[in-house]
């Protein structure tokens, strides 16, 4: 089958197309026939060396739509060729609050979705939602499963609250606007972009700040009050978001693109600010962020790639030029 491999770290380009062994389900996994998959920062930072446990050469890839094309050992309940839709999140386990020890994302150390055939477990294999292309289907995953633990699980944001949501133009940060604008919340967005600003506003941003100006914070505190920052940038990012918060708001943080942040602490007790991490999601979150999908909702592609310019794909996430998804195009 063919698979977009990495063998070598430095970058996107060393992303390649080769011929490799269909892998076999083994006893409770299932064979999915890939037709489109997805883009993630996760891939590139892979590539650049910028994760930990890389093991070479893999497939990599954490989001994936298809059919079923095999079944293993123990697992009856599903039909050959039925429609799916991949949870990258690998054994999470039984607590809701946070994930197992040992849980692991699909693509790595696990060969993932850039390929024409992905073994997965049988519990990480749901039904697409039938309103989804499969290139729909495959933007969401990681980045909708993220997106609403983030906004949702952790966050509680409910509807009539504001959320700030610095880089619109991230994966994860365009599933926080739509799902924010989903439940009738009011959104505020960053970029540095004028046009991903204006693509916000279209998707519903009632606030849209360029973040190069030194003092966005205090228009977006203007903007406010601000019940919830959801922010994967770091860096003085999250340091300017706290400034805007109201008194008794929360964060919540996913990731730190630009780097560590330094919080000032007196702002942050005397306001009586709340901070909560997440990452992913658990199997209860996938499931609820599906329904979402189920009844409507669409997620934002950026552009289609076909499997030959994965490259290509990377790179254009690599310098921040996309809006939403990144997909990669495999049947
Ligand atoms: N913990 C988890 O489970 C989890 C899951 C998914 C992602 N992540 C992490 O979250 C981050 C984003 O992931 P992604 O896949 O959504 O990546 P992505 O699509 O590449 O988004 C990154 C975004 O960062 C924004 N950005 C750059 N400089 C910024 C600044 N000065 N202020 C505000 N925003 C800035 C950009 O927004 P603009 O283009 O609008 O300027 C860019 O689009 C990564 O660090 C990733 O590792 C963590």
Redesign the pocket.
Known sequence: MKAVRLHELGGPEQLTLEEIDRPAPGADEVLVRIHAAAF???D??ITQGLYPGIELPRTLGSDGAGVVAALGAGVDDLELGAPVVINPMLGWGNDPHVWAPGASILGMPRDGTFAEYVVVPRINVYPKPPGLSMEEAAAIP??GL?AYRATFTRGELRSGETVLI????????TFVLLYAKAIGARAIV????EE?LERAKQLGADVAID?RSDDWQKIARKAGPIDLVVD??G?D?LAKSLSALRPGGRVVV?????GESAIKLFSLFWNHIDIRG???GSPADFRAMLEVFGSGLKPVIDRVYPMSEAAAAAER?AA?E??GKIILQIA
Do not use: C, D, E
């Open positions: 993630n920062r996760r590139v930072f990681l980045a993220t610095p880089g619109i133009g991230g994966g994860v940060q960053t970029s540095g972009s991903k973040y994967s940038s860096g990012t996913y990731g730190g693109t630009r997440t990452s992913m996430m921040s996309q809006f």
